[in-house]
């Protein structure tokens, strides 16, 4: 698997994030792990001038159910991103969702790489890690 420069978790739930940043540093697949516990956290971290001066993350984990902004509402504002943000990003969607409308409307969002269930596990991040391979970003 290839090392990712960073990986930005947008979850509400403590406890997954806490976990998921052990997997990823555990599996050694980013340099940097950033946290975010909602969508508008997560955009204010990509629209501050403090991202400009970090490694910009490779990839955004981003749940769907959160309160203040959800995961389809952060994907609303990401199409605000300067185009040439985005094009160092990959977004998925990492949720504990297996409701139809959520995959169906999710496989509508154009800056969206993925969805995948959670929890991580080192197959999908694997699999992940193939596909920014395959579009030359990780």
Request: aromatic share 8%; hydrophobic share 40%.
């Amino acid at each position: 698997m290839k090392k990712f420069k960073s990986i930005l978790l947008v979850d509400d739930d403590d406890a997954t994030n806490y976990l998921h940043e052990l997997y990823i540093k555990e599996w050694d697949c980013a340099d940097k792990v950033y946290k975010a516990s909602n969508g508008q956290e997560a955009i204010d971290f990509l629209n501050t001038n403090e991202y400009f001066r970090q490694e910009r993350p490779s990839l955004i984990l981003l749940d769907i159910n959160m309160p203040i902004m959800n995961g389809f509402e952060f994907m609303e504002a990401y199409q605000n991103i300067a185009p040439e943000l985005k094009a160092s990003l990959v977004v998925v969607l990492l949720t504990s969702s297996l409701h139809s409308m959520d995959q169906e409307r999710a496989s509508n969002l154009k800056d969206l790489s993925n969805f995948i269930n959670k929890p991580l596990s080192k197959e999908r991040m694997e699999e992940i890690s193939e596909q920014l391979e395959e579009m030359n970003i990780a």
